[in-house]
């Protein structure tokens, strides 16, 4: 009952001979009606659950699907109501199982009389099969719309859905058509474009980070693929997003707090499994700093130029900070260098569990925190002598020391976490207002040639550094005394 599959998006460029290839296949055509179901209050789509009834040609079959753990597999549970003409909505089909049962009754309460159909899809879709190594592969090209009242979405995508067989191979027989087609991962479901739709919306929420519950007793190597897959179940919703053009500036924070959340766990924790390919770590870091600069743009707009208006200085107009490359941030990642790494890190978190050694977890968790704990507290000793770049390296340190405790957090006492946070926090919040005000003082070094009025900002910053500087050796100072947990 879980569906494994994977979805990709395809340029304008490429769908002629996509379609074409699979004509030349002799693909199978089904023709698809779909709708789906939601309250009003859209109790199944706040818990990423779908309820849809599709007519495949002349059959109808009724399904429910939920979030999994993993980034590409999803509860499916499909009940087939026959050939009837127009079906109502049967939620008895799950009351001999369990799971889902319990999906809908944690999700409706008593709202499930209220489900109603949303919006519906209309898909042309060309199937084929393919046997892969020891796997068997459907391959789908979809066309079509989503439509809710007069409005409609488009659909051109091409889903590669495991029959049977390993993850392993379907991720290897993906990757030439990535290669080949430029084709760009795309985790949003139709329901999710058409809940959106349905609210009149065409930007979703930021995906944030969600808890990590880990076992003490499993073994490093798994722990490490349960830590990078929570990661990439934050980062991949905003890539979406932004691949996709339909995203604001949270997108494109949370998609680098979830960059550094990645390139956190493979520098501390990479070393717990021989698979870890050494060339992600740079790979993320190029990625991280192409996204760099919008988001150091977004962050003066938001945060600092009110302060300055506020203060009394003249209205500021941004210019367009530089990329370090001239590739726009949503055509970076619908790259297939991109693709290719998420690919890489999907297959990795996905591989079989390796035979349990004897555990150290806990151990060895304990050894690489305090390394990091120490290096910080060696900091807030001198932090004021220190030099900008070594400033800013405190700050990746007390960030990467953050990620890597929330990873772990599950395998301590909750309230000697909270309590250890609750003191690095504030240093990590004066940190960052320090980078952001040596980010806007380079912007506006280079301004002031051409606009005069910008020196009353220089020394605005000037000042502020100055305040916030002594406020960060304060709070650096406090978290060093700070009890640790582990």
């Not at 859905?161 to 191979?169: A, F, M, R, T």
């Not at 693929?225 to 494109?252: F, M, R, T, W």
């Not at 405790?405 to 940190?431: G, H, N, R």
């Amino acid at each position: 009952m879980l569906e494994v599959e994977l979805k990709f998006q395809i340029p304008a460029s490429h769908q002629d001979k996509l379609y074409q290839l699979f004509l030349n296949k002799n693909a199978r055509l089904i023709s698809l009606y779909a709708k789906y179901y939601d309250t009003p209050e859209r109790h199944l789509a706040k818990k990423n659950i779908s309820l849809r009834q599709r007519l495949e040609d002349d059959h109808w079959i009724q399904t429910l699907k939920a979030p999994s753990d993993q980034s590409f597999q999803r509860f499916e549970l499909e009940s087939d109501l026959g050939k009837s003409k127009d079906p109502t909505l049967d939620l008895k089909v799950y009351e001999s199982n369990s799971k889902a049962k319990q999906l809908l009754q944690n999700a409706l309460g008593k709202q499930a009389k209220t489900l109603i159909v949303q919006y519906e899809t209309v898909v042309q879709r060309l199937v084929h099969v393919v046997h892969f190594n020891c796997s068997e592969i459907e391959v789908s090209l979809d066309r079509g719309e989503i439509r809710h009242n007069d409005q409609s979405l488009p659909i051109y995508e091409i889903e590669f859905e495991l029959k049977q067989g390993s993850i392993q191979d379907l991720i290897k027989f993906i990757h030439p058509w990535v290669q080949r087609y430029h084709l760009w991962l795309d985790v949003r479901s139709k329901a999710e474009r058409g809940d959106l739709l349905a609210q009149n919306l065409t930007i979703p929420p930021a995906q944030f980070a969600s808890p990590l519950k880990l076992n003490q007793q499993d073994s490093t190597d798994n722990t490490l693929k349960q830590i990078i897959n929570n990661a990439l179940q934050h980062l991949l919703p905003n890539v979406s997003a932004i691949a996709s053009g339909q995203y604001d500036s949270e997108h494109v924070h949370q998609t680098r707090v979830a960059i550094r959340r990645l390139r956190s766990t493979l520098r501390v924790f990479g070393d717990w499994s021989k698979d870890v390919n050494p060339n992600w770590q740079d790979q993320l870091t190029g990625l991280f700093r192409q996204l760099g600069s919008t988001r150091d743009r977004d962050a003066l707009s938001e945060g600092l130029l009110p302060q300055l208006e506020q203060a009394g200085a003249p209205y500021v107009q941004l210019p367009n900070i530089a990329e370090e490359s001239s590739i726009p941030i949503d055509e970076s990642l619908r790259a297939s260098d991109f693709v290719e790494l998420m690919l890489a890190l999907l297959q990795f978190v996905n591989q079989p569990a390796k035979k349990k050694k004897k555990t150290v977890l806990k151990k060895d968790i304990a050894k690489k925190l305090q390394k990091m704990h120490q290096q910080i507290c060696k900091d807030a000793d001198q932090f004021q002598q220190l030099d900008i770049p070594s400033r800013h390296r405190t700050r990746k340190r007390v960030k990467r020391l953050r990620y890597c405790i929330e990873f772990i957090a599950s395998l301590y006492p909750d309230k000697m976490v909270k309590t250890y946070l609750k003191d690095l926090k504030p240093a990590q919040e004066s940190l960052g207002q320090y980078n952001d005000l040596i980010v806007a003082e380079a912007l506006f070094q280079d301004m002031v040639k051409r606009k005069q009025k910008l020196w009353f900002a220089l020394g605005w910053i000037a000042n502020e550094k100055k305040f916030v500087l002594q406020q960060a050796q304060a709070h650096l100072e406090h978290y060093a005394k700070t009890n640790t947990f582990w």
